[in-house]
């Protein structure tokens, strides 16, 4: 098993910027796959960017160029650095890994407001 507690949510004014922390704990050997998806209320989950162990990342269109992902395979650690910030980017904000089964954090809701 494999636990994800996700840190760094808030409260942002519109161009601001965020960054989320997501540490992975427990039986870990070798997680592939990291990354962030995001659920806006009454929305579906939705992806926002995955990154491997090699450090290969992907974006969803919406946020490519405003966020960027990195990943600290020593700490067992991903980040989601995000920078203009939009009110559409208000949602919970789950931290995802894979190692023979996906994983999920709680969440942590990140809002951006005036």
């Known amino acids: 098993q494999v636990q994800l507690v996700e840190s760094g949510g808030g409260l942002v004014q519109p161009g601001g910027s965020l960054r989320l922390s997501c540490a992975a704990s427990?039986?870990?050997?070798?997680?592939?796959?990291m990354g962030w998806y995001r659920q806006a209320p009454g929305k579906q989950r939705e992806l926002v960017a995955l990154?491997?162990?090699?450090?290969?990342?992907n974006y969803a269109d919406s946020v490519k160029r405003r966020f960027a992902i990195s990943r600290d395979n020593a700490k067992n650690t991903v980040y989601l650095q995000m920078s203009s910030l939009k009110p559409e980017d208000t949602a919970v904000y789950y931290c995802?890994?894979?190692?023979?089964?996906?994983?999920w954090g709680q969440g942590t809701q990140v809002t951006v407001s005036s």
């Open positions: 990154i491997t162990s090699g450090g290969s990342a």
């Open positions: 427990g039986s870990i050997f070798s997680i592939s796959l």
């Open positions: 995802y890994a894979f190692q023979s089964d996906n994983y």
